[in-house]
């Protein structure tokens, strides 16, 4: 036998997985724009809401582990629609997103996440407080924040305007998922 085949050039091999994350709010308060500047680092002040879902994709480095994030940017919830059960579907983490300076995309979060977990059960998820170069202006206080804790929240504050806690949001998100164990197969 040939002992060179051995031989080992000294480059671990990097593993490549795949992984689908919703970003869930209530409308306006920052998903587009999260995803543009994680993506593309980019920041649009001009307010497009989005219909139905769009999808785009990057990828992460957790570990020495490659995580291609399958962006799914969804139509925020409203007063005519609701977010998509079918959209969900498949999801291994969600991306909560409320606007730091409109308390009430706070308190909805508990819903959406009641939401998502009928639609799909339990899965990682983070949760971005958004707007954070408005802090100023925000409505949402120390006490909100313990509360959300509480709740078993990981709460993270970003700013899509400034890139604030972009790339760890997402970042953090990735790893919760990779550190998830994978739903039982049956
Ligand atoms: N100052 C500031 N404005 C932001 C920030 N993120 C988003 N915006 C603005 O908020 C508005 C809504 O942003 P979008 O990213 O479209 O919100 P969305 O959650 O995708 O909205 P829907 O698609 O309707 O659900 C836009 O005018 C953005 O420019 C931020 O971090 N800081
Ligand atoms: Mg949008």
Redesign the pocket.
């Known amino acids: 036998m040939d002992t060179d085949t051995t031989a080992t050039n000294g480059n671990a091999r990097l593993d490549m997985v795949q992984k689908k994350i919703c970003?869930v709010?209530?409308?306006?308060?920052?998903?587009?724009?999260?995803?543009?500047?994680f993506v593309q680092s980019i920041?649009?002040?001009?307010?497009?809401?989005?219909?139905g879902v769009k999808v785009d994709r990057k990828e992460v480095l957790v570990d020495r582990v490659g995580v291609n994030l399958l962006l799914w940017?969804?139509?925020?919830?409203?007063a005519d629609q609701d977010i998509s059960p079918s959209y969900l579907r498949g999801s291994h983490g969600v991306f909560y997103?409320a606007?730091g300076?409109r308390p009430e995309t706070v308190h909805e979060l508990d819903d959406l996440r009641r939401l998502v977990t009928d639609a799909i059960g339990a899965v990682p998820s983070i949760a971005a407080i958004?707007?954070?170069?408005?802090a100023a202006d925000w409505k949402f206080t120390p006490a909100d924040e313990q509360a959300l804790l509480a709740r078993d929240f990981q709460v993270i504050h970003?700013?899509?305007?400034?890139g604030?806690g972009v790339d760890d949001a997402f970042n953090r998100l990735a790893r919760f998922v990779l550190a998830a164990r994978p739903p039982h197969a049956t």
């Open positions: 970003l709010g209530v409308f306006g308060t920052g998903k587009t724009s999260l995803v543009q500047r920041f649009a002040v001009k307010y497009h809401s989005t219909i940017d969804l139509a925020g919830r409203d997103v606007d300076t958004n707007k954070a170069d408005l970003t700013s899509a305007g400034t604030t």
